[in-house]
């Protein structure tokens, strides 16, 4: 029962990292490729602050501050590239922040990672904790998809919407395109903060192998195969990749060929992301079943 509690948990912190992504990739059409670096600022600054001595509470709600902010600092450059080139940046930006956490030893402890992060002293510590953690988790993740529910079906997110379709008709409405964007980045972001809190406090220990681009095709492959632009898509997609990767711990491979189940994990990944893009683009869940859903 305990592994089963572990397992949801990872995948409840998933569905708040992918859903913080599919706002601005299925909603406004932004290819964030370096949406990991959030997940990394608020892991490592919460981690950091409570490690100081700050109450968790507190170092949790300025971790997801200072993603949000990061999220301002990437959109201001960024925003004037269009297509590939903002997609390339995302990516760079992404692979500076790794090489932060990489090297500034003093800080961050470089690739020995930060060891014994706390948890909140009425969570406790070992298996017994982990049902309350599991509620933890289960309550950040509805309030997660309540509150991007609510931005994405308000004028704000049918403004994305309209902005992923075509830019220049939003322009034509008058819409301030780059402002929007920029918001959809900071408010996502911060979601993936959010995300990064609670994987740090969960697992107490991080280090930059966390914060890699293969995290980054793996969140996007949770929103590709669940459903771009959809409120229950990027959260079906988490728990599809998460018990999909723990069934394959259970597949019985001879020792010698055990190094090869991580790259062979990567491929797997890559090529569902593949087959989904070739032959189902819109997800499990397509936007307009989606639509006709929440309408209902």
């Known amino acids: 029962m305990d592994y089963l509690y572990h397992i949801l948990i990872i995948a409840l912190i998933y569905s708040i990292f992918a859903q913080s992504l599919n706002l601005e990739l299925g909603f406004t059409g932004l290819y964030n490729f370096g949406h990991i670096a959030f997940f990394g600022i608020g892991a490592y600054a919460s981690a950091l602050l409570s490690l100081s001595g700050v109450p968790i ?38 692979e500076m922040v790794h090489l932060l956490f990489l090297n500034e030893r003093d800080i961050t402890r ?78 996502g972001s911060a979601f993936a903060g959010l995300a990064g809190v609670l994987w740090a406090h969960y697992i107490t220990y991080i280090s930059p192998s966390d914060f890699t681009l293969q995290e980054t095709i793996l969140v996007l492959l949770c929103i590709v195969l669940g459903g771009k632009g959809t409120h229950w898509g990027p959260v079906i997609g988490a728990f599809s990749i998460i018990f999909f990767a723990e069934f394959i711990r259970f597949i019985p491979i001879p020792s010698e060929y055990t190094r090869f189940v991580a790259p062979l994990q990567g491929m797997i990944y890559g090529f ?25």
Do not use: C, H
């Open 57 to 94: 509470p507190v170092a949790a709600l300025i971790a997801i501050g200072l993603a949000g902010i990061a999220g301002a600092f990437l959109a201001l450059p960024t925003l004037r590239l269009s297509g590939d080139y903002f997609g390339i940046a995302t990516l760079v930006f992404a």
């Open 272 to 296: 569902i992301l593949v087959i989904m893009m070739l032959k189902r683009p819109q997800g499990l869940i397509s936007e307009s079943r989606g639509q006709r859903t929440t309408n209902a």
């Open 110 to 187: 470089g690739p020995m990672g930060l060891p014994n992060i706390p948890r909140p002293d009425w969570i406790g510590t070992g298996v017994t904790s982990l049902p309350l953690l599991l509620a933890v988790v289960f309550f950040a993740a509805a309030v997660t998809f309540i509150l991007l529910r609510i931005i994405t079906n308000s004028p704000f997110g049918r403004s994305l919407k309209v902005i992923r379709e075509d830019e220049f008709v939003a322009q034509a409405l008058g819409k301030n395109t780059f402002l929007i964007k920029t918001k959809a980045i900071v408010t």
